[in-house]
């Protein structure tokens, strides 16, 4: 397989980084929803405890993505033309602000806190400081509602993958796929 994107499917580093990411994205809900499920217990500290670490990688993986996206801009398959095609790249578009937004909020919400913050039990962000509020209001007002708006549209996205390949039956799912 080769590492970089060809016009026609998606290379070993784009599939790498997608599915690190939904990986990484399916333990960030999951751990929410046992949180919302169960309540205070053990298994819930255990997940939500990774989940500012957890966060912090899927930015980091999201920068590393865009950035492979643009290098490889002219070889990456075709979202199409027509309706279709102009609501596959909306789409992405959406997915990619959506990913960048949510953790983006709670890092900036994070440092404005004043609190500090450990990365997989290393110091991260140094705290001691006093609360800027202007930094924690927009992650206190929007992180959890975007995060389940994206979770909805990472549905959509499963949904037309689901859509290209049981109903359209065309070849759009192996690009990712293999």
Known sequence: MAMRDDGFRYGLVTR??????????AWQFAGMGIK???????????????HKSVGTVLLVLL?????????????????GGGFWGLAARGGHLVLYAMMLVVPASALLRQYGS?????????????GGGSEVAWMTAPADA???????????????????????RFIWKDDTAR???G
Do not use: D, Q
Request: proline fraction near 4%; charged fraction near 10%; charge should be positive.
């Open 114 to 126: 004043g609190k500090s913050m450990t990365f997989f039990g290393l110091p991260f962000i140094e």
């Open 16 to 25: 790498l980084l997608h599915w690190s990411m939904a990986g990484l994205m």
């Open 36 to 50: 919302l499920a169960v309540g205070k217990a053990p298994i819930t500290a255990f997940w939500v405890g990774t």
């Open 63 to 79: 920068i590393l993505r865009a950035i492979w996206g643009l290098y490889n801009m002219k070889a990456r398959p075709s979202h």
């Open 175 to 177: 690009r990712m796929l």
């Open 142 to 164: 929007f992180h959890g509602l975007l995060a389940w708006l994206l979770l909805a549209a990472i549905g959509g996205h499963v949904l037309m993958v689901l859509v290209h």
